[in-house]
């Protein structure tokens, strides 16, 4: 019955998030309504509303499901966009994972899952 989920992360700042996904991220930007953003990459899409408190945008994040998630970190890790705990690694729960901050402070997490391999 779910087919799939679209997260909804704080943007402190309609320019420079707009920015931040397209010329770091990679992301298509498809719109903008009353600050309210959408964007896209790969068929998920990511949503951002506006937001004036910085210690949402601190404490919220998501967590996208990717393949080859060693080529994605590749190409991210040199923007100088890592989490300071974000390196690529497997976790225990079987996941390989890296983290990134966006320029509002959302933590992403890239994840592929390597519990067969």
């Known amino acids: 019955m779910l087919l799939n989920t679209v997260p909804i992360l704080a943007s402190l700042n309609t320019e420079s998030t707009i920015t931040f996904y ?57 923007k100088g966009i890592l989490h300071p705990d974000g390196d690529l690694k497997d976790m225990p729960w079987g996941m390989r994972q890296f983290s990134i901050l966006d320029n509002n402070g959302n933590i992403i997490h890239f994840g592929e899952d390597r519990q067969d391999d």
Do not use: M
């Not at 397209?22 to 719109?31: A, D």
């Not at 903008?32 to 998920?44: A, K, N, P, Q, V």
């Not at 996208?64 to 590749?74: G, M, Q, S, T």
């Open 22 to 78: 397209t010329e770091l991220l990679g992301f298509t930007f498809h719109s903008e309504w009353d600050g309210y953003l959408i964007f896209s990459r790969d068929g998920i899409q990511i949503h951002l509303w506006p937001c004036a408190d910085e210690e949402i945008a601190k404490n919220t994040g998501c967590y996208i499901n990717v393949d080859h998630v060693d080529e994605l970190y590749h190409e991210l890790s040199p």
